[in-house]
């Protein structure tokens, strides 16, 4: 069974950073692409950035361009999204899915397009 654990998140003041990371397991495919997805308050989930198996990248959000980055450590099957320069409306909690069977991210970040999903790590920047 696929499963995918967040961890890194926590409170940090207006233009700092933090970097979460996704740890997945039970990935029994060569061909996968890992998202980070956000989900403020009272708001949709935002897809924000992607990496496939292949190193495939993809940014779904201009909101965080030039400030987030997404990386991945395929031996130990980790996903890291890198925040910088973080604003108080980057606040909400964020999420890593996975879609399997694909090797390039797909080109929305639509979050049914991906079939397993963590548990979410909250972010919270105060200002």
């Known amino acids: 069974e696929v499963q995918l654990v967040e961890s890194g998140g926590g409170l940090v003041q207006a233009g700092g950073s933090l970097r979460l990371s996704c740890s997945a397991s039970?990935?029994?495919?060569?061909?996968?692409?890992i998202g980070w997805f956000r989900q403020a308050p009272g708001k949709g989930r935002e897809g924000l950035l992607c990496?496939?198996?292949?190193?495939?990248?993809?940014n779904y959000a201009d909101s965080v361009k030039g400030r987030f980055t997404i990386s991945s450590d395929s031996a130990k099957k980790t996903v890291y999204l890198q925040m910088n320069s973080l604003k108080p409306e980057d606040t909400a909690v964020y999420y890593c899915?996975?879609?399997?069977?694909?090797?390039?991210?797909?080109?929305?970040?639509?979050?049914?397009?991906?079939?397993?999903w963590g548990q979410g790590t909250q972010v919270t920047v105060s200002s």
């Open positions: 899915a996975i879609t399997v069977l694909v090797s390039k991210c797909p080109r929305y970040g639509n979050p049914p397009l991906y079939n397993y």
């Open positions: 039970g990935i029994t495919f060569d061909d996968y692409a």
């Open positions: 990496i496939s198996s292949s190193d495939d990248k993809i």
